[in-house]
């Protein structure tokens, strides 16, 4: 198969909105790829070559490859083997040697098809082929139930090797996977809520309301003294987290599968800033500085039975089991079950007075729906907003090239200072907003480096954000986390904006200004 005829699949997924379109365009490429070819093309329209990220930069493609090819010769299996080459090249003079592959794949290619490997390697393959779209595909393509398909993916953790399965062998081949100690479950995820009241009367009264905290979700695997943890994404981190091992180690069972969240708290058991529990992932010292308290919320199998397909109350059953013993007991997240609507509420007070997000919300009915955000489980924190005055725009690169993109955000000195930066966003911007902020920002210029454009402080956009976190990169000692692009607001002027205090006041979960 050639890269051609993935490009024109990319291309007809990108110009349609019909997810039933979408689906069909790759059913009908994955019916047309060979075998050793599934695995490779399902990656690439899901966005991320099976390699995974190749550390791969768009300065580095823009100067090399210096020629094109003529017309299309270019075939998955040469890309495929190109980056598993690049992936293995390390050491003292790799650098050369990745430029050498990098270069050779691109002069082999055509300019449709060089544009369309930047953007796969660079993380910009956008193309509409979300995960959930891929699934489907796949399940046209080897005439199988969804379903099934789907089910297989949870359990195995890999959406490529799923399609590879499914192609090959059908449903048979898809009904052998099974839930195996020691290989990570895609883990169930929770929907935004609107509020605790809306949660409620959505899920009934039949429900467990849990904290919701400001940490990293994790999956533990025990099968005797083994114990290994990975992340959400499925990274696994075991050696970075020896604390969290040494817990489950100690107890009663020989075998489970475990689901939960950890965080790194202080003295008086509050939670720790976010960044400080991240920066244990990935250490392999026993003594990091700060130490990860894990809370475990679920079960998925427990000393040789599975409990995927048992709904929620019975798995709590099985937890609260294995928790039982006074030296277990914290290990179980806080929550109640079948709540009346002022339990729920007092929760959430708890949960808010602790330094946490918020609750979650889930039905005891519900099996384990693993990767999927459905209603049955649904998580309620308050929404912070803020009014920050925009500082400066980066240009963008990829598909944003040529658009001013990565915005400088300010909030306002209270002693009537210049603004005070607190972070960069790009999250949450259109192509209407991206092209307005292009053709306006050059009026409100009062510099031009050649990254972009610094503002005269005029103009106020509305972010959200998730919180805020201690900082040493900016000025004000704290940044924004996960804030994103929610309208600008010419109704208010700089002076209006929410000052340094009131992000200050987001590190401890305190309330922000209007």
């Avoid at 790194?264 to 500085?289: I, K, N, V, W, Y």
Wanted: net charge negative; hydrophobic share 45%; glycine share 10%.
């Amino acid at each position: 198969m050639l890269v051609a005829d993935v490009l024109a699949a990319s291309t007809a997924v990108t110009a349609t909105r019909s997810r039933t379109a979408k689906a069909a365009a790759i059913a009908a490429l994955l019916r047309a790829a060979a075998p050793d070819e599934v695995v490779p093309v399902t990656g690439w329209l899901a966005g991320e070559p099976r390699q995974g990220r190749l550390g791969v930069g768009w300065r580095t493609l823009s100067r090399l490859g210096g020629g094109t090819a003529a017309a299309p010769s270019l075939t998955v299996t040469a890309v495929d083997s190109a980056l598993t080459e690049l992936a293995g090249t390390t050491g003292a003079g790799s650098a050369a040697r990745r430029d050498a592959v990098l270069g050779g794949l691109l002069d082999a290619a055509t300019p449709e098809e060089q544009q369309f490997l930047v953007r796969l390697l660079t993380g910009e393959l956008r193309q509409g082929a979300l995960e959930g779209v891929v699934l489907d595909a796949v399940a046209a393509a080897a005439e199988v139930s969804a379903p099934v398909v789907r089910r297989a993916f949870m359990l195995s953790g890999r959406l490529p090797e799923t399609a590879a399965l499914a192609m090959a062998g059908g449903a048979a081949a898809l009904a052998g996977v099974r839930l195996e100690v020691g290989r990570p479950v895609r883990p169930m995820l929770a929907s935004p809520g609107s509020s605790l009241d809306a949660a409620l009367d959505d899920l009934g009264a039949d429900v467990t309301v849990e904290f919701k905290l400001d940490g990293a979700r994790i999956q533990v695997h025990r099968d005797g003294d083994v114990v290994r943890v990975w992340t959400r994404s499925l990274r696994e981190v075991t050696d970075g987290v020896p604390e969290l091992v040494e817990r489950v180690r100690a107890l009663p069972c020989d075998t489970a599968v475990l689901d939960g969240e950890t965080l790194a708290l202080d003295d008086d058991g509050r939670p720790r800033a976010f960044q400080d529990t991240m920066s244990r992932f990935g250490s392999e010292s026993a003594d990091a500085g700060v130490l990860l308290s894990p809370f475990l919320f679920d079960v998925l199998h427990l000393d040789g039975r599975d409990l995927l397909d048992e709904p929620l109350a019975m798995r709590l059953d099985a937890l609260a089991g294995l928790l039982a013993d006074d030296a277990h007991a914290a290990l179980r997240m806080p929550g109640v079950r079948r709540p009346t609507p002022e339990q729920a509420a007092g929760v959430l007070d708890d949960a808010l007075t602790a330094g946490h997000e918020g609750v979650v919300l889930k039905a005891l009915d519900a099996p384990y729906a693993a990767g999927r955000r459905g209603k049955a489980w649904q998580k309620v924190k308050p929404v912070h907003t803020l009014d920050l005055v925009v500082l400066g725009a980066e240009w963008g690169y990829g598909r944003r090239a040529g658009s001013l993109s990565n915005i400088h955000l300010g909030a306002r000195d209270p002693d009537g200072g210049e603004p005070v930066m607190v972070g960069k966003t790009f999250k949450g911007m259109t192509d209407e907003l991206l092209a307005w902020q292009t053709r306006t920002f050059p009026e409100h210029a009062a510099e031009r480096p050649d990254w972009g454009v610094l503002l005269r402080p005029e103009l106020v956009v509305e972010i959200a954000v998730d919180g805020a976190q201690r900082s040493t990169r900016y000025p004000g000692g704290v940044a924004l986390r996960f804030a994103r692009v929610l309208r600008y607001r010419p109704d208010k002027t700089p002076a209006e904006a929410d000052t340094i205090d009131a992000v200050r006041a987001l590190l401890a979960g305190g309330p922000t200004a209007d």
